[in-house]
């Protein structure tokens, strides 16, 4: 197992990664309890395929699961009050613990949700995507989506324990892989050679999720994450940072419709390969590490520029980039 430290004062948290961590969550989670309640917030498909494992693991306490429909809708005001709900029905108080178990609609709703529940309670995280492993259970950044855009309504809140068992990953559909895998890219691009260098040599191997490779991805990108957002938490400056290639990216999915047609990492792996191309035609860049970046995204199976020939009319994508 390997730990990240996410370090913000008295607000610092420690990342677990590795395999099989689900079955040992009572041992991780229970050092962080104030109180011997749980509640669980899942979506149907992590329920149906993981939730016995994760019971199981904590049935020395006392937990209730709260399981959602599956899919964005659910970072919704509806979304919000079905958990909040839920939440007050069971009798739950500030000292009891909220844990996020999904991926990252669950874990935006979930610490949204723990937020505002009484003025805020205990938050945990079990990612179980590799967007979520990566990225979006990392750095406290929750929130829900209404009619004028997503992640508009929210908190910066962050969570006492981040648990990302890498084994749950072997579930996940090979869209969605691929959807986290471009954020991984990503940290391989922001000023880290290195490992832009060691995934350009064993990316196939995560993506098979090799353990070793996965558990190493997941790991230095945690990392990665972590140091931006110790820097700068509430995105005044370098945060901005990790947005690499989500100019573009959101374009394309304001574009393709959110309907599922384009992930959003799909989006940031096309995003990511426009952003290069745009930065060397204004000098600011080399050619060679467009082709760099495209012959990684080629020889891994990412989607990339050529692959979204439909959605490129650029007054259209501007149009999008200016809302932005
Ligand atoms: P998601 O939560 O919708 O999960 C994708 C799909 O995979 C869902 O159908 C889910 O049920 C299923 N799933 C989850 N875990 C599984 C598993 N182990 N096996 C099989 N199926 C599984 O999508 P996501 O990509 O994890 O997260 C996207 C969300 O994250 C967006 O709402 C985005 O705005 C948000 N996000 C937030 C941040 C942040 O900093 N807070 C950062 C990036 C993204
Ligand atoms: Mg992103």
Not at 225 to 240: F, M, N, Q, T
Not at 257 to 265: K, P, R, S
């Amino acid at each position: 197992m390997t730990s990240v430290t996410v370090n913000l004062g008295e607000r610092s948290y420690d990342i677990a990664i590795g395999e099989d961590l689900l079955g040992r969550a009572g041992e991780f989670l229970t050092p962080h309890l104030k109180a011997s309640r749980v509640a669980i917030v899942t979506d149907e498909n992590v329920h149906a395929l993981h939730g016995a494992t994760l019971a199981a693991a904590l049935s020395k306490l006392e937990t209730h699961m709260i399981v959602r429909p599956a899919g964005e809708d659910q970072k919704s005001f509806a979304g919000l009050e079905a958990v909040l709900e839920s939440l007050f029905r069971a009798g739950f108080d500030r000292n009891d613990t909220i844990v996020a178990f999904g991926g990252g609609v669950i874990g935006d709703l979930t610490g949204f949700a723990a937020s505002v529940y009484k003025r805020g309670c205990q938050f945990i995280q079990i990612p179980t995507t590799l967007l979520s492993q990566v990225d979006s259970s990392v750095g406290g950044k929750t929130a829900i989506n209404n009619q004028f855009g997503k992640n508009l309504i929210g908190a910066f809140y962050q969570p006492k324990l981040v648990l990302a068992d890498t084994t749950v990953l072997k579930t996940l559909p090979e869209r969605e892989l691929k959807a986290g895998y471009a954020e991984v890219v990503k940290y391989g691009l922001l000023g880290d050679s290195d490992f832009f260098g060691w995934l350009d040599a064993n990316g196939a191997d995560v993506l098979a999720l090799k353990p070793e490779a996965i558990a190493h991805a997941v790991a230095t990108s945690c990392k990665t994450k972590a140091r931006i957002v110790a820097e700068d938490e509430l995105e005044h400056g370098s945060r901005a940072l990790l947005n690499l290639g989500h100019t573009f990216g959101h374009a394309l999915e304001a574009e393709a419709g959110y309907q599922g047609d384009l992930l959003h990492g799909e989006a940031v792996s096309i995003g990511m390969e426009m952003a290069f191309a745009f930065s060397a035609q204004l000098g600011l860049c080399r050619q060679k590490d467009v082709t760099l970046v495209s012959n990684h995204l080629e020889k891994t199976g990412m989607p990339q520029i050529k692959d979204a020939a439909s959605l490129l009319r650029p007054e259209v994508l501007l149009g999008h980039m200016s809302q932005d």
